[in-house]
């Protein structure tokens, strides 16, 4: 019998498959990506680099990076 959480769950996986496919970046980039994300945040605030998430997500016909970045404290300029 066919599950349709389980069902839910394949086809969302599915779903991350191809947008990680469909952006073709390499993990070498989301690195560099992420470096350089950071390193302009921190003149700004204390981020926690360890917890930082970049991923992609599906919107309609187009794929965004959504990034994910604990902050610890405000930097006072």
């Known amino acids: 019998m066919f599950?349709?959480?389980?069902g839910t769950l394949a086809k969302e996986r599915l779903q991350?498959?191809?947008i990680h496919?469909?952006?073709i970046v390499s993990t070498e980039l989301m690195e560099k990506i992420k470096?350089?994300?950071?390193d302009a945040l921190s003149k700004y605030v204390?981020?926690?680099r360890d917890e930082m998430e970049i991923t992609p997500e599906n919107d309609s016909d187009s794929v965004a990076l959504v990034v994910n970045i604990p902050?610890?404290?405000v930097r006072h300029c």
């Open 46 to 48: 204390d981020v926690n």
């Open 71 to 73: 902050v610890n404290s």
């Open 35 to 38: 470096g350089e994300i950071t």
């Open 21 to 23: 496919d469909r952006i």
């Open 16 to 18: 991350v498959v191809l």
């Open 3 to 6: 599950d349709k959480k389980s």
